[in-house]
């Protein structure tokens, strides 16, 4: 049997309606896979990619260098927020001041990005974490450029 979300939940874009048609000869545990799939063709995926910068750096230094992502165009958008961290290197537990960096760009450029902060980075060893987003697709249309 397949299982189809009420006409309600369909948008009326063809995106959605072509997702909707290519799915509909699947068989769905209570729609599941079908619901995902219309909200991705309804939605965009942005990436985040997260650092932490020297506390020992000012605040135009750090506008500097995230400035530079923006100019490169590696990245839509940058978030800068003061943060302490605490954590163990090289055996001693340190706390320190940092700058926590939030990065918001698209699939296509986020390996570049990555690859930017790891050779300009100051840290032996930097915090760089990814992950994607579900975001309007107007949202999304920008962050792509």
């Not at 750096?57 to 506008?63: D, I, K, P, Q, R």
């Not at 090289?90 to 706390?95: K, R």
């Amino acid at each position: 049997m397949i299982r189809r979300p009420p006409r309600s939940t369909l948008s009326s874009s063809s995106a959605a309606s072509d997702v909707y048609k290519r799915q509909s000869s699947f068989k769905l545990c209570h729609g599941v896979l079908l619901l995902s799939i219309l909200r991705v063709a309804m939605s965009g995926t942005v990436w985040i990619v997260q650092t932490t910068l020297s506390g020992e750096l000012n605040e135009a230094e750090v506008g500097i260098w995230c400035q530079s992502i923006i100019d490169s165009n590696l990245a839509a958008c940058v978030d800068i927020k003061r943060t302490n961290s605490v954590y163990r290197w090289e055996g001693e537990i340190h706390n320190t001041p940092e700058w926590d960096i939030q990065i918001r760009t698209s699939e296509s450029k986020k390996d570049e990005l990555i690859s930017k902060i790891k050779s300009e980075h100051s840290y032996d060893v930097p915090a760089i974490f990814w992950w994607a987003v579900d975001s309007t697709k107007e949202y999304y249309d920008w962050v792509q450029g």
